[in-house]
């Protein structure tokens, strides 16, 4: 139910990026609300949520609201660049610090709406201060040391250049190919945030086929699901990620920053706190604490 | 717009405290968003909120869903109001300190959550030590010298303790009249808690003749319409009231704490601030700034 009510403010915020237009804005939260009932909660709340985006897109006709927000995010990020570098050289576990970096540029898209760029170093400060409340970073090593294949599903604009530092740390132990939408949702990234931030320089990088908040299992095309069961691992970026691949029946590894109480109380951590999750860990803790409950 | 995703919100909590049935609470939610599209956006958002109220109540058959929080309200009011009471007795300008006072009273919805006897006492001390933003209190001092017949609007249960305190101050000066709803909506006081905190030992009270969130005078009866224009002059307590009676053609004054982003922006003020509002002096100011514009 928080979900429902999630989408009806995500609908007024979409219809305020995609039009200036007041009419147009009404409709979109409108034509929003009236599908809610309809919604098959079963589903994901990243797939629940596209409704309200399609909307905003064909009633604006502007496909891409983002667009410049994205580029801009994608430059402080690039300007940043030298800094995290240099923390991960720097630091006594090269990776584990690369994909902390990864968890905390998940909150690049809080910091950049003042496009404040000493508020984002502050904000990653404040991340990498913390430690992954959910830690299977020693799982994910294990994994890695066997693995010759591993698809990194990205998220927003941003966050790819700390992605992208990730993945260079990743790549010294195994082939990486990185994924980006096919097509725009919300401030996720497409082709071309990869070719700006030289991401297709470092890796392959493929689409999911479509304009999805995450990867709904139900709605990117099989060819897609095919590249992830090829995968001796793979990693997901961000709630959309968590919340459409924390089923997929591979060896699968989340790393997020709990933006919502629902997706924070599913995690088990407070509001705001960062995860790099084993969906195979998790899935044995649940088992064993089943097991130990008479 | 922002008010029609905020009734969604509403919804849910309404829901969640009218009952702990998840099936209920979800038919809580649905029904008001299929409601929102055809709601009149011209109308108060106090007005278009009763909706989702109206539907928590039928739907669960509890009239009453805040009667005990209302209850506890009350008894931690009245346990700081020896302290209350001191304050404005030490005050060099008592009138001014109870108006203060019952601004104060405006924030006691958010302390009471955790029932926090001690969080209420600092929140009260934050406010206190804030000026109001808007301040027309000099205004009300030369109403209050030729009225003769107060109405005093009221609005929370807890608050009603700080405004019982206000009240005795302003008896000095007028005859007062305090209004309770008549039938439960959310916390608002009724004639029960003015029984509870003695108010009716201190002056007269009516009930508005409904259940309404402030007064929407299209709503209330006609003569309670006809009690307001009698008085001389008319206090209003929060939110609700600043949103339908700010129109009211009589001497109006009204006392919140901007609880919403919507509010403030039309207050002038930000988020959280308080002000004592006379509708005539703000009236008069509009209509110098538009006389002063070429």
Avoid: W
Avoid at 187 to 199: G, I, K
């Amino acid at each position: 139910l928080d979900c429902l009510e999630c989408i009806a403010a995500q609908a007024l915020r979409a219809a305020r990026v995609a039009t200036d237009d007041p009419e147009l804005q009404r409709r979109i939260l409108i034509e929003t609300l009236k599908q809610i009932p309809d919604l098959d909660i079963r589903k994901s709340p990243a797939e629940l949520s596209l409704v309200t985006y399609d909307l905003a897109a064909s009633l604006t006709g502007n496909y891409d609201p983002y667009k410049g927000l994205k580029f801009a995010q994608n430059e402080i990020a690039l300007e940043l660049e030298p800094e995290l570098r240099d923390m991960v050289r720097d630091s006594d576990d090269p990776l584990a610090t690369a994909l902390h970096l990864a968890a905390a540029g998940n909150i690049i898209d809080l910091g950049v709406h003042q496009a404040e760029h000493i508020d984002i170093r502050a904000a990653i400060r404040q991340v990498m201060r913390e430690r992954f409340t959910i830690d299977h970073t020693e799982a994910l090593r294990r994994s890695l040391a066997k693995a010759k294949d591993l698809v990194y599903v990205l998220d927003n604009a941003g966050e790819i250049v700390f992605d992208k530092i990730a993945i260079e740390e990743l790549l010294q132990h195994t082939a990486v190919t990185a994924v980006v939408k096919a097509a725009p949702i919300i401030n996720d990234v497409l082709m071309e945030d990869a070719v700006q931030v030289e991401l297709t320089e470092v890796c392959e990088v493929i689409d999911n086929g479509g304009a999805f908040v995450g990867s709904p299992l139900d709605l990117v095309p099989a060819s897609f699901i095919e590249r992830l069961k090829r995968a001796d691992m793979i990693v997901g970026k961000g709630q959309g990620n968590y919340e459409t691949l924390d089923d997929f029946p591979g060896d699968v590894f989340l790393i997020l920053r709990a933006k919502c109480e629902v997706v924070a109380r599913h995690m088990g951590v407070q509001l705001g706190q960062v995860g790099l999750i084993s969906t195979r860990c998790r899935r044995a803790e649940v088992a064993r604490t089943a097991a130990e409950t008479p």
